[in-house]
């Protein structure tokens, strides 16, 4: 079957940086994406990868291992609004986008 | 209205039920999407729709119906709601199709529906 890990729940201090994992094991892979949700509201997209390597977009990056079935979003300079669930998401080979649970981030001052 | 717009909110029925969630897109987008929520599990997908009138089944289709006639909206139906329906309901949309990549979607903010 297909699934996608990430932590249930991570917690970091203001200022410091977080890196949350995501691993998967799909049919077929064309592409992966980082979206972030603030509790109560809907998900933003934050990053696409479908080559290997690290994409950087701000204060946030993202790095994809396809032949390891590995990514990680890293988020630099945590600032309190930071503070949501953030989603893998797998595009895999019909198209369909595969979701994992979650990583519920908690920053703390 | 710029992006998604679902409605209702929320929303609390009776089993049994029939109850309509509506979605409404104005950026001309393609495709739609109806996902649940449920906490604990990944966004799962319902209902899809590549254009205007064509629609097809998601991961968890059972006990819904969709329809798409015309670009902007995309209703999501259920016949006869059960307890098993309550969930958070997110509709998107995407400009590119399921037979494309870079497939980035815009959530609309979200129905949450109880079913008692």
């Known amino acids: 079957g297909q699934n996608i890990d990430q932590p249930t729940e991570m917690t970091a201090t203001e200022g410091a940086i977080v890196q949350i994992n995501c691993t998967y094991q799909?049919?077929?892979?064309?592409?992966l994406f980082w979206y972030q949700q603030h509790a109560g509201e809907a998900p933003t997209f934050l990053s696409y990868?479908?080559l290997d390597g690290l994409e950087e977009k701000g204060r946030f990056s993202s790095f994809l291992s396809r032949s390891k079935g590995y990514s990680y979003l890293l988020l630099k300079e945590l600032q309190m609004k930071d503070s949501a669930s953030y989603l893998c998401a797998v595009e895999d080979s019909n198209y369909q986008l595969i979701w994992g649970a979650g990583t519920k981030l908690i920053i703390k001052p | 209205i710029a992006g998604i717009t679902q409605a209702p909110t929320s929303q609390i029925l009776a089993a049994g039920r029939r109850m309509t969630l509506r979605c409404t897109q104005d950026m001309r987008h393609n495709a739609m999407y109806w996902y649940r929520q449920d906490l604990g599990l990944g966004l799962r997908l319902i209902h899809y729709s590549n254009t205007a009138g064509t629609t097809g089944k998601g991961e968890v289709p059972d006990g819904y119906s969709v329809s798409r006639a015309n670009t902007d909206d995309f209703p999501l139906t259920l016949a006869s709601a059960v307890p098993s329906q309550t969930s958070v309901y997110f509709c998107?949309?995407?400009?590119?199709?399921?037979?494309?990549?870079?497939?980035?979607?815009?959530f609309g903010a979200g129905s949450r529906l109880t079913v008692l």
């Open positions: 799909t049919s077929g892979f064309n592409g």
């Open positions: 998107a949309s995407s400009d590119s199709g399921q037979d494309s990549g870079a497939n980035v979607l815009t």
């Open positions: 990868n479908v």
